[in-house]
């Protein structure tokens, strides 16, 4: 039988690395990049990592070392980093014929020539440094966990590695458990009660024994950390379980106003990304949050709606968020920031209309598809539903957000000639 | 290279029973048809005319005077190609000391350097360090006359 090669791309330090692309003043300098709102850490130079400064720490954490060790800081461009993104995967595809984009910067993709794998990886890696001009680092294994090992300890050599079985069983007795992808915090505690640290711990427990106590998901995880070929690269994955829009407001609000601009924002976010997964919910649900520090830690919540039929239409799902926004509003209390999570997530094809709602709600299917068309040609959100609100007080403007250099004539990249 | 189908523009595809098959864009008779109805061909889009590699060609600006020699001017746009092997007298976008400049590449067998195409600009030249490398190769220029 064939043994396959599975791959994984993934781009080094992607959102710095785009931003020193157009900055190669910042080539060996610490550079970090900010969530939207400047929040917290999203990505970190190696110069940043080496200095300690964890990824998702909050921005005003770091405020004091940022300044003392004089680190660049970016504020998220995510316009820039999509299309950088878009070219890299666009070259891997070139390269590979199975590929499956796993997020912004990475992908799985299969080897079906196993002959010079390591010199091919070196191709693509060097391909995409030269024509795109950033960093990748591409790991082979048999399984997409043993992928995802491969790929990490490519980064620590020379950006290309292909695990070999002679050298995993060592390997595996230095790796920890909870280090593993698909490993979430609730399964690594699981594990740790279970005196299972090290991969190595868990790979030589029996087979049996590991499905009867993990089920089916540690059965899994035990076959592809041993390299049999599970989760299958290209498969359609499932359809997301949930969908959450939320962010921190620019500084905490009393007013009803601005949180509810701020809400019908997320709202139209969930259905928008309802719309375009051509699927719909059945569960509203906002969260209200206060500071985490001071007096008011104990305010705000979060409450849900189970709605009478699934849907995507944002007229419904703001009136919805709406609703449960009263009940958990009260006036004089601090908040900190608003969000809007739906669940119950199915495909358009297999929704159900209501059996007890007789009039059905009326149709809004080719207002949104003509909305979002409209939104998307203008590459910002043109025909708001719901805003209150000329200017978006709650968005702080961010700081540093560099150009976008590649989608924005009046943005392009200045070079000198003198 | 582009591939332009000769004789038939496909304007679409249709599924037929899961085979693939070209949909054209003719109407059904009605009345003397318009001649060449069945040859429908895009407008020209300068991108076919200006980019050979869009996964690798960015745009930058010209800010200065040094590569008037050479016909590219302050406040020009130059295609950038990244995938385009720089050659001796290439035109290049190079990163110099941390700053993007266009220059035109010399490369011999003892040295590289980048040059202005004006008088009065001293030579760049390109070590072992990594603090001036080429960045990419300009493949053409843009300019708007009003």
Partial sequence: MKKVSVGLVDCNNFFVSCERLFRPDLLNHPTLVLSSNDGCVVARSQEVKDIGIPMGVPYFKIKDIIKDKGIQTFSGNLTLYRDISRRVFDIVRDEFSVVEQYSVDEAFFLIENNNETLSSLKNVRDRVLREVGVPVSLGVASSKTLAKISTDLAKKASGVNVLQESGWVALSEDLQLSTVWGVGRQLAQKFAQDDLKSVADFCNTDKAIIQQIYGVVGARLHAELLGEYIHQVGSKRPLQKSLMSTRSFSKSTENKDIILDALAHHARSVALDLRAMNAKSAVVRVSLKTSRHGDFFLRGGTKELVLQHSTNDTFEIIKAAETLFIELYESEVPYQSVGVIVSGIQSTDLTQNSLFLKDLPNDNDPLFAALDKLNKNADRELVQVGSRLKQPLWQSKSAARSNSYTTQWSEVPVVTAS | ?146
């Fill in chain 2, 1 to 146: 290279m582009k591939v332009t189908d000769s004789n038939v523009t496909k304007v679409n595809k249709a599924e037929v029973d899961g085979v693939e098959a070209p949909l054209y864009d003719v109407q059904p008779a009605a009345g003397f048809p318009t001649p060449g109805d069945d040859v429908v061909e895009r407008p020209l889009n300068l991108n076919d005319l200006m980019i050979d590699n869009e996964t690798a060609t960015f745009f930058v600006r010209v800010s200065g005077d040094s590569m008037e020699g050479k016909r590219i001017f302050d406040g020009d746009v130059l295609v950038v190609d990244r995938s385009v092997p720089a050659e001796h007298l290439s035109i290049v976008v190079a990163a110099v000391y941390g700053e993007l400049v266009v220059k035109q590449l010399y490369k011999t067998s003892s040295q590289s350097k980048l040059v202005s195409a004006k008088e009065g600009y001293a030579p760049i030249p390109i070590g072992d360090a990594d603090d001036v490398h080429v960045w990419g190769v300009v493949t053409g220029t843009l300019r708007r006359l009003v």
